[in-house]
C-alpha cells in the first residue's frame, strides 16, 4: 500500500484545512486510514483514524469537536477537515494505513504498516 498526502498549509489562527490521503493497492475489510501528527522534538501524536469495514472512527481528544475524518471507499481515501484550528495544531501531518488492523489499536503509530510523506500544517497570524 502506497499513500499520498497533501493539503497542507499556512492557515490563520480559526480558520480551515482539509487533508486528503489517497491509497494505492490492495485493501481489506479491515482496512484502516488514520492521521498522526508530528513537531520537532516532541513524539508523534495520533489525530483520528477511521476503518472500512464496519466504518468505526476514534479521535484524539485534541481532535473531537473541532476535525472530522471521513473517507470515499471507491477513492481509497480519507479526508481530514479541520477546523478552529489553533497555532498548537501546528505540525507534520502524517496519514497511515493498516490492513489488519484491530479496533482497539486504531490509535496507535505502531499498529500501522503504512505511512505517506507528511504533509506540513502551519497556524498562524
Known amino acids: 500500500v502506497q499513500l499520498q498526502a497533501s493539503g497542507g498549509g499556512l492557515v490563520l489562527p480559526g480558520g480551515s484545512l482539509r487533508l486528503s490521503c489517497a491509497a494505492s493497492g490492495q485493501t481489506s475489510y479491515r482496512f484502516t486510514m488514520g492521521w498522526f501528527r508530528q513537531v520537532p522534538g516532541k513524539e508523534r501524536e495520533f489525530v483520528a483514524a477511521?476503518?472500512?469495514?464496519?466504518?468505526?472512527?476514534v479521535y484524539a481528544d485534541s481532535a473531537k469537536g473541532r476535525f472530522t475524518i471521513s473517507r470515499d471507499n471507491t477513492k481509497k481515501t480519507v479526508y481530514l477537515q479541520m477546523n478552529s484550528l489553533k497555532p498548537e495544531d501546528t505540525a507534520v501531518y502524517y496519514c497511515?494505513?493498516?490492513?489488519?488492523?484491530?479496533?482497539?489499536?486504531?490509535?496507535?503509530?505502531?499498529?500501522?504498516?503504512?505511512w505517506g510523506q507528511g504533509t506540513l500544517v502551519t497556524v498562524s497570524s
Open positions: 477511521t476503518r472500512w469495514g464496519g466504518g468505526s472512527t
Open positions: 497511515a494505513a493498516d490492513n489488519t488492523m484491530i479496533l482497539s489499536s486504531m490509535g496507535t503509530g505502531s499498529a500501522y504498516d503504512y
